[in-house]
């Protein structure tokens, strides 16, 4: 993977370049045409040195972002649930983990999926389950 100092490097090159530029708008007539040579490879140097780093980190970008992609499918089929009757359901639990039921309040605000535990029975007045990080209480 491209090193991530490739868009300092490129901007420190763009700003040796600009700062080339001054130099030459300030020079006098009476300057060396040797000098003013000079310059302008030192300035071409600078310009093919910043584009080089931009490009390199561009490359990186692009990889950083399909990555980004790829890890969010991956999260997106790992967290794929289903809505019944009050509360969301796992559609490919991994073997061994729970499918549900899953509290919905939680699972709409934070998109966390926190299984519900079943009430005893003397304690299902207002519902059969609770969840146990927001305290929601349903059948
Ligand atoms: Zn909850």
Redesign the pocket.
């Known amino acids: 993977m491209v090193d991530i100092n490739a868009i300092s490097i490129g901007l420190q090159s763009i700003k040796t370049a600009l700062d080339i530029t001054k130099e030459l708008r300030g020079v006098d007539s009476l300057l060396k045409d040797a000098e003013v040579k000079l310059k302008l490879a030192n300035l071409v140097e600078a310009l093919s040195d910043a584009k080089i780093h931009l490009s390199e980190a561009k490359v990186e970008n692009q990889e950083l972002k399909e990555r980004i992609l790829e890890l969010e499918s991956k999260l997106q089929s790992k967290q794929e649930v289903e809505f019944r009757e009050g509360f969301y359901y796992a559609k490919n639990a991994e073997t061994g983990a729970a499918s549900g039921p899953f509290?919905a309040?939680?699972y709409s605000d934070s998109n966390k999926l926190?299984l519900v535990s079943e009430l005893p029975v003397g304690m299902r007045d207002f519902g059969n389950f609770r969840?146990p990080?927001?305290g929601?209480v349903k059948s």
């Open positions: 509290c309040l939680c926190i969840c990080k927001c929601t």
